[in-house]
């Protein structure tokens, strides 16, 4: 398994910028998918963002052209970008990582991000 801890969540008005980070226990070269999930009251978690070890990356209907994944592998970190955020982007915000070789499937505990209208 690999550690990770999330931070950069907190309170914005809509239209505003957050950025989210997401430290890996471990390298992030040997990570086979990254990702950025996220569970509002009452929803199912949704993905949000997630980007490969070669740098591919996969965006929600809902976020694509406003939030920005991104890995530094030197800093084994993937990052958020969200901008012009809405209220519905209110949630927890939880980091993923996958590895295939062995099978492994890793959570952060989760940040708070909230959107006030």
């Known amino acids: 398994q690999v550690q990770l801890v999330e931070s950069g969540g907190g309170l914005v008005q809509a239209g505003g910028s957050l950025r989210l980070s997401c430290a890996a226990s471990?390298?992030?070269?040997?990570?086979?998918?990254m990702g950025w999930h996220r569970q509002a009251p009452g929803k199912q978690r949704e993905l949000v963002a997630d980007?490969?070890?070669?740098?591919?990356?996969n965006y929600a209907v809902s976020v694509k052209g406003r939030f920005t994944i991104s890995r530094d592998n030197a800093k084994n970190t993937v990052y958020l970008q969200m901008n012009s955020l809405k209220p519905e982007d209110t949630a927890i915000y939880y980091c993923?990582?996958?590895?295939?070789?062995?099978?492994?499937?890793?959570w952060g505990q989760g940040t708070q991000v909230t959107v006030s209208s």
């Open positions: 471990k390298s992030t070269f040997t990570i086979d998918r």
């Open positions: 993923n990582a996958k590895t295939l070789f062995p099978w492994t499937n890793s």
């Open positions: 980007i490969t070890s070669a740098g591919t990356t």
